[in-house]
């Protein structure tokens, strides 16, 4: 385990594991009011929380796949990163793919939080690489097997 700070308004939840097995900690809405989300409509939903990570630590911000299955709620980016360095408030961009609206309440919970730990890379420029067995294989060139 490894020990985060974490900055957050009195009475706001902090990310937490729902299960044991869990690798992602749900993160809720911190709202003063509902939001309403139209279909194709996105939003930077507040929070309320920031961290302190320890460099050569990532936090990723990934949808709750409940909310993606039942109505259609995404993050507009895919999957959102928060590097080491950042101190602002985490806000959570997300967007309605669903057909109806999507009502967002305080203490909602709308995305998960992963935190990993990654390398930096130095890059070495080469003619070459070494050859693999898939070499070249790209999307699909194993069939459909």
């Known amino acids: 385990m490894i020990r985060i700070k974490i900055k957050a308004p009195k009475n706001t939840s902090l990310p937490q594991y729902e299960t044991v097995g869990s690798s992602g900690m749900d993160v809720r809405a911190n709202l003063t009011q509902e939001i309403v989300l139209k279909p194709g409509q996105r939003a930077l939903i507040p929070t309320g929380l920031s961290i302190e990570l320890p460099e ?10 409940g909310l993606a299955i039942k109505y259609g709620i995404g993050l507009v980016n895919g ?3 928060i590097d080491s360095d950042y101190r602002g408030e985490i806000k959570i961009p997300l967007i309605n793919w669903g057909d109806e609206d999507f009502v967002i309440r305080h203490n909602d919970r709308i995305a998960q939080l992963v935190v990993c730990r990654y390398e930096r890379v130095l890059w070495e420029q080469v003619e070459t690489l070494q050859e693999t067995e898939r070499g070249k294989g790209g999307f699909g060139h194993t069939g459909t097997d």
């Not at 050569?56 to 796949?65: L, M, N, V, W």
Request: hydrophobic letters at 40%; aromatic letters at 8%; a positive charge.
């Open 79 to 81: 999957i959102g990163t």
């Open 56 to 65: 050569g630590f990532e936090a990723q911000i990934r949808a709750r796949s």
